[in-house]
């Protein structure tokens, strides 16, 4: 039986597969590699997927899940951390790009809800393209990159009462105060349960699904609450993208949030590509080679509008000349989420036909210039500042804003993936050292147990990356892999170097067999306790017979350097271990109770008791009633009840001993 779906996605994911590569040469985002994919298999390109319905349901899926992956980073306290940033700059930013656009637009002759609402559009910036190069850059944390990501977050927030307006300014409705009304209420109803569901309900039931240790079972909890949330508000006549949004803030307030994102997103990468597929197949690329003059006109008017805006929004925020406009020239161009408010403009109205196709060909421009910019930026912000005559500033208010998470603080810290005893006595020593530490473990209950105790512990799967990065993984000086699982900790270990090069790795193996494997995937130390008990025991025989402690330790040293080699032996014959001879001399100092109260030894002097000729025996010590006697002489006295410390032969000690239990 032939399934027609199986067929398009096929077609779509292999097509993308080539095109992305070739993209990836040029430097060209990943989203236009998705985007050209729709171009050519769409029906005004070479029409091998006439039928676009199919990829638009999974596209839906996509958009669910795009917006529940941005509730799931969002946070109520995190926001308030950055107020200022966000609420002032995003505001100044999206809703200047809208006046302007709706003034430009309303002049040139369109409606007024339609400029509005191609204006709503403009306003938005890539989220995926601008945040993935900045941090290629290692620009994140930079006070430009800290405006940008404020007002990009302002974006994500604003695009949901977007998408609320959008039909009360088609005209859906005669009574525009009572709809007004009813939204309020549904979005009261909607911020009600949210609320409930946050602080009560998901934690709880996350926390027993935690309890399972099942992932599977963690994924399916999760999927579920995303797509109930979405059809409830659905049902309620708000949009699919709302509730997966708020849905995604519940279960932010959780301590299972960073675990949950790191299990959807490769779900979020798949269906998220084929919404920008079908946004793709949407483009007609004979009606923009057709009206190329004009969409390039207002492609350069769009990045002109929205870089000088930008600009102005970082200056009210007080930040320099130069820090400004490299704002401006980095979210220039229009986002993903403009797609998503543009099928609502669709579905209303307020789009036309061919206002569309130049929405999308002038969107796919200012993504395809957005790599090339923010490439050189740098250089042309300072450019410009200079041809403004602006002074340098060396500091100002804006770059102490405070950290969104905590753990970005950490630096040159150790973390410990795996609290079992392993875990915790590294976690432990670290505490008494005073040297920075965060762990990363998966079991719920223990999580839960040591945050009450102070213990700076992430809930998460250290196989996914985002848990990884969540613990500032790059910053690390040791990660110690103390896991049970042989598989898992290969995986850790693999994912971890695609990461970091930098980073020392302490794995725990059980087994040596297990080591060549860890080694090869780039732990700098294996430590197996098959052996490592071994050498322990061994170590206080070696100390029993007298051995001096750096022969002890050369020794043990010399049987890990060569992979255990010695005690993996079953042949029986002697391993070369160097120069490393152990001798055992006919030596031993013991400590013994004197229990008899015979006259012959007790209560004399040592002189009378003869004890030097009589066992061939030294008395080095004596403890009486917790004192230590260390100035042994012939005058000395031995008392009942004391421990005396004895030097000599093994024979001869074990006969003083049995006297002294006489």
């Not at 946070?75 to 308030?80: A, Y």
């Not at 042309?380 to 002074?391: P, V």
């Not at 040297?435 to 990363?440: L, Q, S, T």
């Not at 000395?636 to 074990?654: E, H, M, N, R, W």
Request: aromatic letters at 10%.
């Amino acid at each position: 039986m032939e399934i027609p779906l199986l067929t398009d996605i096929i077609v779509v994911l292999g097509l993308a597969v080539l095109v992305i590569m070739l993209f990836q040469r040029f430097r060209f985002p990943t989203i236009l590699g998705f985007l050209a994919t729709g171009v050519i298999t769409g029906p005004h390109g070479f029409g091998i997927i006439p039928d676009t319905h199919q990829i638009e349901v999974l596209a839906e899926i996509g958009v669910i899940l795009l917006l529940f992956i941005i509730g799931m980073e969002f946070s109520l306290h995190n926001l308030f951390l950055i107020k200022r940033t966000v609420f002032v700059g995003g505001a100044v930013q999206v809703f200047l790009t809208i006046l302007l656009v709706t003034v430009l637009l309303n002049t040139a002759g369109m409606a007024l809800p339609q400029a509005i609402f191609i204006g709503f559009l403009f306003s938005l910036s890539s989220t995926a393209i601008v945040l993935k190069l900045l941090q290629d850059k290692d620009e994140l944390n930079s006070p430009h990159g800290k405006i940008v990501l404020a007002i990009l977050i302002f974006q994500d927030i604003i695009v949901v009462p977007m998408m609320l307006v959008a039909p009360l300014m088609a005209g859906g409705t005669q009574n525009i105060a009572q709809a007004l009304l009813l939204m309020l209420l549904k979005g009261v109803l909607v911020i009600v349960f949210v609320l409930l569901s946050a602080r009560y309900v998901v934690p709880r039931l996350l926390y027993q699904v935690a309890q399972t240790k099942s992932r599977e079972l963690f994924i399916l909890s999760v999927v579920v609450i995303c797509f109930a949330v979405a059809w409830l508000t659905s049902r309620l006549g708000l949009s699919l993208a709302l509730g997966a949004f708020m849905a995604g803030l519940i279960i932010s307030e959780s301590e299972y949030s960073h675990q949950a994102t790191s299990n959807i997103i490769p779900f979020r990468e798949l269906f998220s590509s084929f919404f920008f597929v079908s946004i793709g197949m949407l483009l007609d690329a004979s009606f923009m080679l057709e009206h190329l003059p004009y969409i390039l006109g207002l492609t350069l008017l769009i990045i002109l509008v929205k870089t000088f805006v930008a600009t102005i929004a970082a200056k009210i925020l007080r930040y320099p000349l130069r820090t400004s406009l490299m704002v401006g020239l980095a979210i220039f161009q229009v986002g993903e989420f403009a797609f998503i408010l543009s099928k609502t403009g669709i579905k209303y109205g307020l789009l036309t036909p061919e206002v569309y196709q130049y929405f999308l060909s002038v969107s796919l421009l200012t993504m395809a210039f957005t790599p090339f910019v923010i490439n050189k930026y740098q250089p042309i912000a300072s450019g410009l500042s200079k041809l403004l005559g602006a002074q340098p500033h060396l500091a100002h208010a804006g770059d102490n804003q405070p950290d969104n998470d905590p753990l970005h603080h950490l630096d040159d810290h150790v973390v410990i993936i795996g609290y079992g005893i392993n875990g915790r006595n590294v976690a432990k020593a670290a505490r008494y050292a005073r040297i920075p530490y965060v762990i990363v473990e998966l079991d719920a209950i223990t999580v839960r147990r040591e945050r009450r105790f102070g213990e700076p512990i992430v809930y998460g799967d250290a196989m996914h990356h985002m848990i990884l990065h969540h613990v500032n993984i790059q910053k690390a000086r040791v990660v110690v892999i103390a896991v049970s699982d042989p598989a898992a900790t290969k995986r850790i270990l693999s994912g971890i170097r695609q990461i970091t090069d930098k980073v020392h790795i302490i794995v725990r193996t059980r087994f040596v067999l297990e080591m060549a494997e860890n080694y090869h995937l780039g732990a700098d130390e294996v430590v197996p306790e098959e052996f490592e008990t071994s050498i322990e025991i061994f170590t206080r025989v070696l100390a029993k017979y007298l051995q001096p402690r750096d022969q002890i330790e050369a020794f043990t040293n010399s049987i890990r350097a060569d992979n255990y080699q010695m005690l993996r032996t079953l042949n029986g014959r002697k391993q070369s271990l160097g120069h490393y001879d152990i001798e055992l001399p006919d030596f031993e100092i013991a400590s013994l109770k004197i229990f008899t109260s015979g006259s012959n030894i007790v209560n004399k002097p040592l002189r009378e008791a003869n004890l030097r000729q009589r066992f061939s025996i030294t008395i080095v010590g004596i403890n009486r009633e917790g004192q230590t006697i260390h100035n042994i002489d012939a005058e000395t006295f031995l008392l009942q009840g004391d421990v005396v410390y004895v030097a000599g032969k093994p024979a001869d000690i074990s006969r003083f001993d049995n006297l002294l239990r006489e």
